[in-house]
C-alpha cells in the first residue's frame, strides 16, 4: 500500500490543521493506521493510531484531547485533525500502516510508511 500525507503548514500558536493520510494499491480496511512524528535531532516519536474498523483510537499523552484521529475505509483515508497547536508539536509528520489490526505505537510494526508532511507551529 501506498501512503501520501498532506496538509501540513504554518500555523500560530492555538490554531488548528488537519492532516490526511490517502491510501492508493491496496485498501487500508485490512490494516491498523498510525501517525507519527519527528522533530529537528530527535527521534520518530508516536501521535496517535486506529485500528482497522476506526472503533479503537489511542494517543500520546502529549496529544491527548487535543489531536483526533479517524479514518474513512470507504475513501481510502485517514485523518489527523490537530487542535490548540503548541510550538513544541512543530516536526514532520508521518502516515503509516501496519498488518496489525489494531492501532500500534511502536513505528517498528509499521511497514508502510507516507512521505511526511511538514507542521510548523510559531509562537
Known amino acids: 500500500v501506498q501512503l501520501q500525507a498532506s496538509g501540513g503548514g504554518l500555523v500560530q500558536a492555538g490554531g488548528s490543521l488537519r492532516l490526511s493520510c490517502a491510501a492508493s494499491g491496496r485498501t487500508i480496511s485490512n490494516y491498523g493506521m498510525g501517525w507519527f512524528r519527528q522533530a529537528p535531532g530527535k527521534e520518530r516519536e508516536f501521535v496517535a493510531a486506529i485500528n482497522w474498523r476506526g472503533g479503537g483510537t489511542s494517543y500520546a499523552d502529549s496529544v491527548e484531547a487535543r489531536f483526533t484521529i479517524s479514518r474513512d475505509n470507504a475513501k481510502n483515508t485517514m485523518s489527523l485533525q490537530m487542535n490548540s497547536l503548541k510550538p513544541e508539536d512543530t516536526a514532520v509528520y508521518y502516515c503509516?500502516?501496519?498488518?496489525?489490526?489494531?492501532?500500534?505505537?511502536?513505528?517498528?510494526?509499521?511497514?508502510?510508511w507516507g512521505q511526511g508532511t511538514q507542521v510548523t507551529v510559531s509562537s
Open positions: 503509516a500502516a501496519t498488518t496489525f489490526l489494531s492501532g500500534r505505537s511502536n513505528a517498528r510494526d509499521y511497514g508502510y
